[in-house]
C-alpha cells in the first residue's frame, strides 16, 4: 500500500530535502530534534568541569551523538552548536586530555565548523593550537602516546586548524608573520622548513573579525615571499608550501597579480618535475627532509589550478609545455601531479564560474564569453592527450573534466567527446579506447541533450540541419544502436561502461515515444529495446561457465560484475521498465518469462534476480502473475514430491522423516528459482497478499528439504518477504518523472537539495504497510519465530527422542528460522529497553512488531541454547554460525538497517559522481545556485537518509544511560559471545569477536565487563593456544584500548597481559600476543584518567616478574612487562602530589639499571625510558625538593656500571660478517621498541643530502641519552665513562665499540656542561684527536655524525669553536690522503651545524682562513681527498656569505682566483683533449706547438684535472645541499668551463662534468642572473669544438623550458636564432645539427606563434627551391650541412607537433565547418620524404622523422589522413610501404 506524505504532516520547509521527503510519520517528528539537541548541549554543558581530566574525557561521549544530528542535516538553533563549539574548544586546548579524546573532538568541531562556518561568532587565539601541535608532535611529551595516534592526531588536527583560521582574532596574521619570517633567513636548516609549515597552517586570509590585513598582504609583501619561494629552488616541500600560501592569496587577496605572474608561472611549471629533452626520468636531487606530520603536506597542483583560475595570461603557454606529457606514451611519476592538476583546474574554474553566474557576487574581474572559451579550448588540449592515458586516474579526470566543462562551453567540450567517441569506434588498433570513450559520452549525454534543447529553441523559426548541436545528438542516438554489441561477458569494464551510456541517456530522456515523434531524441525505443534484452540474454548465458545440462558449480572469473557496487545495471533496468509504455512492457515481460523459465543459471541468479525485481517494481501484480508465479507453483510442485525432513514442524520433536537428499541437478535447480524469488518478491506491494498462501508453503517447503542450500534460500525469501511487508521504502521513484515533474519538451528536469520547495511535490510515495500486511507479518513471526524459539527452548531439556543423528540439521535449520524473521524485523523489533529522554535523531523503519520484552526473551532462550551448544556441539560450526548470527540480529539493534545503508551509500556516491548536473551551468540558466541530479537519484537519497535514521535512532541513548549497565539478558548473551569468541576454529572465533566489537562500539562501558571475563578463561594453566589466539583478538580491538585509555587501567589489565600470558609458549600464541602488545602501543592514546589505588603494588610485581623472570619465558614477555613499567610510570601524570613523583623516580632508577641488562630489546626499550622519564622528573619537580636525584645518580654510576654500558651499547650494533655493512633490525625481532618515538626531533638541523653525515649506524637515541645523564649528574657520568672510552677508542678494529664511543662523545659534548668544558682540556680533546685520527674508512660515518652531533648544540658555545679548533690542527703537513679526506669530511660535519646568525667572531676568522687553506690545496690527486675539499668549500663559502661576509670574487681572494682559474684549466685541459684527436684547427696545433717550446712539461689531461674536479664537486655540493640560492653567481661563473669539459679522454673527468651538468639541468636560476647565464650557454655554443656545441644546445632546451616565463623576448630570441644557426653547423659530425634539431622542436612548445609560424615557412621555402633540381642529390653550391639543416628543421616542425595535425593560427577565425581540414603538417610531411633518396646523413635523417611521424599518428591514422590530399596521401603511404 503506497501513501503520499501530506503537505500539513511534513517536515517544515526550512528542513533539508531529504528530510522533507521522509515517511510522514517520521516527517512529522523532525521538529523534535531542535529540542533534543538542546537538551544534549545542555547536558554536555553540566558534564564539562574545566581542569577536570575525567569529565574532559567523560565528553568525548557525547560527539557520537552530536556527530549524528549533523549528518541527519537536521535543523537545530544556533545557539546550541555555538555551546557545543565553545565546550569542545576549551576542552581540547585544556590539554588534559589523551590524544585519542583530542583527536575526536577535532573530528567533530572540524565538523561542526564546516557546516555553521558562517552561522558561529567566535574569536581565537592562535597560540593555544600552536603550543599543543608543537608539544605534541615536535617536542618531547610528558607522556607517551602510540605512533598510530600520534599520526591520526596531527592528521586531524592539521584539518581542524584549517577550519580554526577563519575564527582567528584580529591581527593574527601579523603575529604568526612575525613568529616565524626570522627563520627564512637561514634556508639550510630544518627550523625553516618547519616554520614555513606553521606559517602556511597558521596564518589566516579570510577572517571572520577582518577579511584581510593590508598592513601585512601588501605588495611587497607578496614580492618577499616570492623571494623566499627562490631560495630553495628544488625541494617539493617547499615549493609546495609557498605554492599553497601564493595560491591562497591569489584567491583571497584583491591585487594587480600580473607583475609576479613570470616567477609564480615558473615555479608551477617546474613543480611538476617533468623530464626535458635529455634529462633523466627522475630529478637527480632527493633530499632527505624533516619528517613532518601527515597533513601539513599540501598539493600544489591545487594551488596552481587556483592561480591559473584567477590569472590566466599565461596559461597557454603553460598548456604547450605540459601537453605532451599528458600522452599515454609519455606516462612517468609526474602523471599523478598532471592528473591532479587537471582534477583542481576544472574544478576550480567550474567554482569560478559558479560564483560569476551569482549576480550578487560580482565584485571581481568576470570572464567574459571569449576569455571563458580561450580558458576551455586550452584545458581541452590537456584532456585529449590524457583521455587515453595508462593511469586510470588521469583517464577518469579527462572524462569528467569533458563533462564539466561540456556545461559552461558545449561547443567546444562536446566536440572532444563525440569525436573520440567516432574515432573510437572505427578505430582497429586502438580498441581499448572505446571503453573509455564510451564512459566520456555517457557523462557528456545529459550537456548534448540540453545543448540540443537550447538550440533548437533559440532557432525555432530556422531549424539546424547541420550544426554542432544536432551533430552531437545524432552521435548519441547512434551510439544507442552501436554500442549493444559491446555487452560482452568477457569485457567487462566495456559492458560498463555501455550500461552507465544507457543509464545516463535514460536519466535525461523522460518519455520513450514512438520514433516517429519528432521529440529530442527520437529513436525506435520498442526496437532498441529488444536488441537490449536480446544481447543481455547472451550476456547472462555466457555468465554460465557451462551448458544447461551440466549445471556445473564452478564460477567464471567475471560473474558478478554486473551487480557489483558501482554498476548501472539495475538503474538502467529500472529506468528502462519505469518508462517504457504499456503496449512495450508487457511484449518485454513475454521474452523474460520465456527466458527466465526455459532456462536455469546458478552462474547469473543475482542478474536474473536484478532483471526480475525492476520488472516488478514497474508493474507489481502484472510481473509478479507471469514471472514469479510460475516459479512459485514449479517450486512447490518439485519440492513437495521430495522427501520431507519435518524440520519446520512447531512443537514435539520426536517424529522426523528418515534423513534424505536431493539430486545435485534438483537441488542446483530449487536453490537458483528460490534465489531469484527471494530477491525478487522484495519489489513487490501488497499484491503479495494475494500470494501468501503458496508463500508459506513454499517457505516451509524450502525449510523441510534435505538440502542446506535450499535451506539457506528459504531463509533469504522468508528474510525478505517481512522486511518487504513491514518496512517504510518509497515506490514507484523510476516513473516520477513522467507523472509528477513538468515534461520539458521531452527532457527530464533534474532537481537540486537546495531549490525552493517547488519540486516538494516530486516528493516520493512511501510505501505504508495495511493492516493485513502486518497480519501477514505476524503470522509468519509467529509461525517461524515463537515456534522455532519453543523448540529451542525446549530441545535441551527434552532433545530429539528419536532420529538423534539429526540434531544438527534440525537446530541450523530452527536456528536459520528464527535469523530469517529477525533479519527480516530489523529495528522493527523493539529494543531492550525504552529510555525516558532520549537524544539521538528521529527514524523508524517500519511498524513495530511486538514489544520491548520480546528482544529480551529472545536474548534469553538464546542464551540458554548457547549454554547447551557449547557443552554438547561445541565442534558443529554450522550451527554455531547461524547461532551468533541471531546473536547478532538481537544485540546489535539497527545493524540490519546499518549494512544496508553501506552498500547502498556506496553505490549511490558512485551514481552521484558521474550524474550530476554542476552549478555553473550555462546550457539551462545562469542563476542556478545548487547541483541538480535524477529524481529517481535523489530519492535512493532520501531512502538512504531513512534507512540511516532508522538505524541510527536511540542507538546511542546508552552513552547517556546514568548506571552504565547492561540489560541482564544482554549481560548473558555478551559472556556468551566471549566464550564464542575463544573457539578452537578460527571462522568461529573471528565472527563471535566481530559481533562483540559491535556490542562494545554501542556500550562503552562493556569491555569493563569483559575484561574479567577473558581473565578467567586465560587464567586456566589448561587454556589452550586457541583461547589466547581469540583473547588477544579481543584485546587488540581499537574499542578495548580506547576503553583503556578514557576510563582505567586495571590492575587485572595488567595482570592479563603479563602473568596470565606467560605460561603460553606455543609460536603462533607468542606471536598473537606479540602482535597485541603491538597495537596496544600503537593505539596507545595517552594517560588513562583513572589510576587503581594499588598501583604501586601493580608496579612492583611487574618489576618482580620481568626482574625475575626465568630463562623457560620467552624474552618477549621480559620485554612487555618493561613496556607496561614504562606506562604505568607515566600512567599519573594527569594527577599531582609527591605519590606520582616517587614512581617516575622509581621507574626512571628501574630502567636505567636496565641499560645493562642481558636482553639487546630491553635494552634499547631501557634507553628510550630512561630519555622519557628524565624529562618527565625535570617538569614533576618543579615546584619539589629535588632531594633524591643526584642520590639516585650516586648509586647506580659506578665504574663498573659505564665499562657494561658500553660493552653492550657496542654489542648492539650489527654488522654483517662479509663486508661488514650495518645491519638494522626488523620489526618482529624489535617489536614494541621500534614502535617507540626516539624524541630528537631537534637534530639534525640541516637537512642531510648524504647518509653518511648522519652515520649508518649512529643512534640518535643514545647520543641523546648520555647528554642528558651528563648534563643531569655533571662530573659523576665523565669519571665512569672516561676508562670505557678510552679503551673502547683504542680498539680500532671492533666497529661496534667505535660506533658507542662516537655516540657517548658526541653526547657529552653537546650537553655542554661546565664539567665538559673542563674536561676538554685535562683528557676529551685528545681523546676525541686520537679517536679522529685511529678510525678506519668503515667507522668514519659514525665518527662524522658524533661531529655533527657535538656541534649541533647551543650555538655560539665557547665548546664548540674549541671543537673547531681542534678539527683544524687534526693533521699535520705530510699526512695521508685518508687522513686528509677525514679531516676535511669532520669539518664540513661541524660546519653543517653552525648557524651563522650565532657565529662568534672567532669562528668567522676560523673559516675564513680555512677557506683560503682549502682553495691553496689544490694539488692533490686523491679523488677523494678532491670531493672532500670541494664540499668544504661550498659549505664555508655559503655560511660567510650567509653571515654577511662577502668573499669578492676577484683575484684578492682565493674563492675568486678558485674561480678564476677554472675556465683556463678547463681550455688546457680541452686543448689537450683535441691534440689527443688530432681534431684542432691549425690555430690551436700552432698554440699547443707554442706551448711545447716554452715549457718542457707533460701536456697530459691529468696535470691540470685536480682543480677542475674540486671547482666540480664545488658545484655539485652547491646544488644537492641547498645552497644554489646563496652562490648561484659562482655556478653562473662556472657553467662555461663545465660545458668545455662534457666529453673528454679522462672518463672520471667527464663523469664528472655530466653528473654536475645533470643536476643544474633541473636547477631555476634567479631572474637576475639569467642574462650572465644566457651569454655563457652562447659563448659556448659558438665554441671551435664541435662535443662543446653539442652540450650547450643539449642544456639550452631546459633551460629554456624551465626559465620560459622569465626570459625576456629579447633574451629568448638571441638564443632561439643560436639554436636555428646551429641546424646548418658545418660539422662533420652531425651531432650538433640532430641536437639542434631535437632542443628546436621543443623550444617551438610554447614560442610566440609568430616566430614558430616564420620559422616554419622558412623552412618550407628552403627545402622546397633545394627539390627545384629535381635529382635526389645535392644541388650545385650547397653542401651537405645546408641541406641537412632544412631537412632538420622541417623534422623539427613535424616533431615539435606529435600525434595530432595541428591547424593554422591565423585560421582560426575562418568557417568552422572547413577549420577541420585546415592544417600545416601535411606538406611538410609531404615535402620531407621527397629527401629520402639524398645520401647520408640526410637520409637516415629522413627514415628518422617518418618513423617517428608514423609511430605517433597510427592510432588516429584513420582519422587523421583525411587532413592528406589524395596526392599527399599517395606520396606519404608509399614512402611508409619503402621504410619497410
Known sequence: MAKECPDDAAAPPKTSLYNRWLPAIVAERIGEEEGRFHQLALKLKEEWEPGNSASAVRTTRFIYLIQSFLKALSTVAVEDVQLVANIGLEVLLEGTINLQAQTRWAICLTRIFR????????????????????????????????????????????????????????????????????????????????????????????????????????????????DLWQRIPSCQFWSSQWGSLIGRCITSLDMNWEPFMPVIFSHLLNSFRVPVGRSSAHPPINWSIHSFPPGINVSLSKTAAKSIVRTSSSFRKLVDYLEPYYHPSNGGHWSDSLEHFMTFLVRCFSKRMERECNTQKKTRQVLGAVERASFVKEVLRLVERGQYSKSDRLSHACAKAVSNLAYIEPALALNVAVSSFETAMVSITATHQLELAIKTLALCTRPILLFYQRETASNKENQLTAGPAVRYRDALLGSMFKTIPGLDANDPLKTLATMQLYCSVLSSVSNLQDPDHNGIFPIDWEKWTFQFLDQLFSLLLSLEPGSQSSLSTETNTNDGFLVESGSYFYPLLALLFGKLPERIFKLVLVRIKKFL?????????????????????????????????????????????????????????????????????????????????????????????NYKTILKDLIQVAFNAPSCKVNDAGKLLLKFLIRRLVCYFPVSSWKICVSRLPASDELDIWIGTKDKNEFDSARPSWHIPSADEIMFVEELVDFHMHGALSNLQRFPEKGL???????????????????????????????????????TVVGLSGVPIGDSSLRSDIAMILHKACGYLLANKGDESAILKPLISVMNAIVNSGGVENGYWHQARNDWDAERLNLTEPAANFLTSNDTKCLRRPLWLVHQRAYIQHVWRSAETEYYDYYMSPTNSLPPALESLSNDLVSISLHRYKAIRSYAAAVLGLLMHRFFFLPQTILPLLVTHLNNPNATEESTLG?????????????????????????????????????????????LFIAFNWYFGGSPVQVTPNIEDTIMDIKSFATGASSSVHWRY?????????????????????????????????????????????????????????????????GHELNGSITIGQQLLSESFGERVVELLALDHHYTEDDGIHVPQSMSDVGLVYLLPTYMCDWPLTRSWESKSLGVAFSKASAKLFEELTRKYGQIVLDILRRPLEDAVSTVDERGKQCAAAEIIGGVIRSEAACVEAAWDDWLSALLRKALKKTTLECAPEWVACIRYATSGSQGSALRFKVLECLGKLLGSHASSSLAAKR?????????????????????????????????????????????????????????RECGHEVPLDGSTSLGRFIQRTEPEARKILN??????GDVSKRDKKAVKDMETVSDIDLSASFFTPLVVQVFYFLLACMYSGRFNILSDLVVELVHPLLLLQDTSEKDLTHLARSALRYLKWQLFPTSHLAELASRLLKAASEDNWRVRVASISFLQPFMYRHSFLLNHSLWQLLWNKVTESLCDPQLEVGVREMSSTAAAGMMRGAESSVVQSFREQALATTRSILKSGKPKLPDGLAVPVVHGAVLALTACILSVPYDIPRYSSQETLTRCDLYRISWLPEMVTTITYFSHYPWPIRATVTKAIGEFRRTHSDTWEIQKEQFTEEQLEVVCFTFLLLL
Open 115 to 226: 557546516k555553521y562556518r558562517k552561522k558561529l561568532s567566535l574569536s581565537l587565539d592562535w597560540r593555544p593550537f600552536y603550543k599543543i601541535f608543537v608539544n605534541t608532535h615536535f617536542k618531547r611529551q610528558e607522556f607517551y602516546s602510540g605512533l598510530g595516534t600520534n599520526s591520526e592526531h596531527a592528521t586531524n588536527f592539521v584539518v581542524l586548524l584549517k577550519c580554526c583560521r577563519y575564527y582567528f582574532s584580529a591581527g593574527s596574521a601579523t603575529e604568526i608573520w612575525n613568529e616565524f619570517r626570522p627563520c627564512f633567513d637561514h634556508p639550510c636548516r630544518t627550523s625553516c622548513l618547519e616554520a614555513l609549515g606553521f606559517l602556511g597552517l597558521f596564518i589566516p586570509l579570510k577572517s571572520q573579525h577582518s577579511l584581510s590585513e593590508p598592513y601585512v598582504f601588501t605588495v611587497d609583501w607578496v614580492a618577499e615571499c616570492l
Open 597 to 689: 523459465t526455459g532456462n536455469i543459471l546458478p552462474g547469473a541468479a543475482d542478474e536474473m534476480a536484478t532483471l526480475c525485481f525492476a520488472a516488478v517494481e514497474r508493474d507489481s501484480s502484472t510481473a509478479i502473475s507471469m514471472l514469479l508465479e510460475p516459479i512459485m507453483k514449479d517450486l512447490l510442485s518439485t519440492l513437495g514430491e521430495t522427501p520431507s525432513t519435518g524440520y519446520c514442524k512447531n512443537g514435539e520433536t520426536s517424529d522426523f522423516s528418515s534423513k534424505a537428499t536431493l539430486s545435485s541437478a534438483l537441488e542446483q535447480r530449487a536453490t537458483y528459482q528460490l534465489n531469484v524469488l527471494a530477491s525478487t518478491i522484495a519489489a513487490g506491494d501488497a499484491t503479495i497478499l
Open 801 to 839: 527422542q528419536k532420529n538423534t543423528g539429526q540434531e544438527k540439521d534440525y537446530l541450523r535449520v530452527t536456528l536459520l528460522r528464527v535469523d530469517a524473521v529477525l533479519q527480516g524485523l530489523g529495528s522493527s523489533l523493539p529494543d531492550f529497553q525504552k529510555v525516558e529522554h532520549s537524544y
Open 1031 to 1075: 583473547a588477544c583478538a579481543i584485546l587488540k580491538t581499537r574499542t578495548v584500548i580506547r576503553s583503556m585509555m578514557e576510563v582505567r587501567l586495571t590492575s587485572i589489565v595488567i595482570c592479563l597481559c603479563v602473568n596470565v600470558f606467560a605460561h603460553h609458549d606455543s609460536t603462533k600464541a607468542q606471536n598473537a600476543i606479540n602482535k
Open 1118 to 1182: 621480559n620485554l612487555m612487562a618493561q613496556g607496561l613499567l614504562l606506562f604505568l610510570t607515566l600512567a599519573p601524570f594527569f594527577e599531582s602530589g609527591k605519590k606520582n613523583l616517587n614512581l617516575v623516580r622509581n621507574g626512571y632508577e628501574h630502567f636505567l639499571g636496565k641499560l645493562t641488562s642481558d636482553l639487546p630489546t630491553v635494552r634499547r626499550l631501557s634507553v628510550r625510558a630512561v630519555l622519557l622519564l628524565l624529562g618527565a622528573e625535570s617538569d614533576k619537580m618543579q
Open 1384 to 1440: 676535511f669530511n669532520f669539518l664540513t660535519a661541524a660546519l653543517l651545524e653552525v648557524q651563522s646568525k650565532d657565529m662568534l667572531s672567532d669562528e668567522v676568522s676560523f673559516q675564513v682562513m680555512l677557506l683560503d687553506e682549502i682553495l691553496e690545496y689544490t694539488g692533490h690527486s686523491t679523488a677523494q681527498v678532491r670531493k672532500a675539499i670541494g664540499t668544504l668549500a661550498c659549505v664555508l663559502s655559503a655560511g660567510l
Open 1472 to 1477: 689537450v683533449h683535441e691534440n689527443v684527436e
